[in-house]
């Protein structure tokens, strides 16, 4: 029998399915994958916003953690969601503790529909404690943009936006371009290396959880034992055809399609 491949996700809980946990354990598992979650906090959301946010408290973060790594290994983490300092504090403690390897972090600031998912004087805890354990870091521009301090309205400008990050953050670097007007290119900035990942855009509305959907598959192929590079591809040709499978769910942007490939 095959060795079966652990990946655990670190974030929040999407009672409607389409970002966060869920979205998190459906792409592990279409990677034929064992899924582990720590549920960092639960969200009352479905495709048209957020209404309610409950955080896990950083003790039953840490707790969780503790179950998982004395019990499964997991062969690669994604982190999203993180509502507070916290809690920030706790998963970066317990990575370190556990030799966590294979990081992919998300760095989850505000939904699609312009909710806040965490608290605004976290992100400093976030760079200064979290992300630079990663292996690589997936901001989209929003993101990108607190991380670096400047807009992004160019590919020239996401290349100097990675390259202001890395001065903070020394890990590898995705900025995705979900939201760039015309193309959907996200750029690798790997420690001074760049690389493209031309996208196509897909004239899809819904879009709920792509950057969830995103960094747990990188995950999963990092788990897989692919390099970097290999994995954004891979990862990438994952959310396209989850895009384009045409899932037409719920009243507002609504969730991808995971099963377009089974
Ligand atoms: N309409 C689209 N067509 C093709 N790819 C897309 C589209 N929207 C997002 N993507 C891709 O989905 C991934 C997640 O990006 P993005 O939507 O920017 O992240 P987030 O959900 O964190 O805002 C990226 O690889 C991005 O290029
Ligand atoms: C619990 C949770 N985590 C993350 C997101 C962001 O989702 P997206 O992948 O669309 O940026 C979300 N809406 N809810």
Same mark, same amino acid.
């Given at each position: 029998?095959?060795?079966?491949?652990?990946?655990?996700?670190?974030?929040?809980?999407?009672?409607?399915?389409?970002?966060?946990?869920?979205?998190?354990?459906?792409?592990?598992?279409?990677?034929?994958?064992?899924?582990?979650?720590?549920?960092?906090?639960?969200?009352?959301?479905?495709?048209?916003?957020?209404?309610?946010?409950?955080?896990?408290?950083?003790?039953?973060? #840490?707790?969780? &953690?503790?179950?998982?790594?004395? %019990?499964?290994?997991? !062969?690669?983490?994604? +982190?999203?969601?993180?509502?507070? @300092?916290?809690?920030?504090?706790?998963?970066?403690?317990?990575?370190?503790?556990?030799?966590?390897?294979?990081?992919?972090?998300?760095?989850?600031?505000?939904?699609?529909?312009?909710?806040?998912?965490?608290?605004?004087?976290?992100?400093?805890?976030?760079?200064?404690?979290?992300?630079?354990?990663?292996?690589?870091?997936?901001?989209?521009?929003?993101?990108?943009?607190?991380?670096?301090?400047?807009?992004?309205?160019?590919?020239?400008?996401?290349?100097?936006?990675?390259?202001?990050?890395?001065?903070?953050?020394?890990?590898?670097?995705?900025?995705? #371009?979900?939201? &760039?007007?015309?193309?959907?290119? %996200?750029?690798?900035? !790997?420690?001074?290396? +760049?690389?493209?990942?031309?996208? @196509?855009?897909?004239?899809?509305?819904?879009?709920?959880?792509?950057?969830?959907?995103?960094?747990?598959?990188?995950?999963?192929?990092?788990?897989?034992?692919?390099?970097?590079?290999?994995?954004?591809?891979?990862?990438?040709?994952?959310?396209?055809?989850?895009?384009?499978?045409?899932?037409?769910?719920?009243?507002?942007?609504?969730?991808?399609?995971?099963?377009?490939?089974?």
């Amino acid at each position: 029998m095959n060795e079966m491949k652990k990946v655990l996700t670190i974030a929040g809980s999407d009672c409607s399915g389409g970002a966060g946990i869920q979205a998190d354990i459906k792409t592990i598992t279409a990677h034929k994958m064992y899924a582990m979650s720590a549920i960092t906090a639960l969200t009352a959301q479905n495709t048209t916003g957020v209404c309610g946010i409950l955080d896990a408290g950083a003790d039953f973060v #840490g707790r969780q &953690l503790d179950c998982i790594f004395q %019990d499964i290994y997991p !062969d690669a983490v994604k +982190i999203g969601m993180v509502a507070n @300092k916290e809690i920030i504090e706790m998963i970066a403690h317990k990575l370190v503790e556990y030799k966590a390897k294979n990081i992919v972090a998300d760095p989850v600031m505000v939904s699609t529909a312009g909710s806040r998912l965490m608290e605004e004087d976290a992100a400093n805890t976030l760079i200064e404690k979290l992300l630079p354990l990663a292996t690589v870091i997936t901001p989209n521009l929003a993101e990108a943009e607190v991380l670096c301090g400047f807009a992004i309205k160019t590919k020239e400008d996401c290349i100097k936006a990675a390259q202001t990050i890395s001065q903070k953050i020394p890990t590898a670097i995705l900025i995705k #371009g979900g939201h &760039l007007e015309d193309t959907a290119d %996200d750029l690798l900035w !790997d420690h001074g290396e +760049i690389h493209w990942f031309e996208g @196509k855009r897909i004239d899809n509305p819904n879009t709920h959880g792509t950057g969830c959907t995103l960094s747990s598959a990188i995950a999963s192929n990092l788990a897989a034992g692919h390099d970097l590079v290999t994995s954004i591809k891979n990862a990438k040709d994952y959310i396209t055809g989850a895009l384009k499978a045409n899932l037409d769910l719920g009243k507002g942007s609504g969730p991808l399609n995971h099963m377009y490939n089974l």
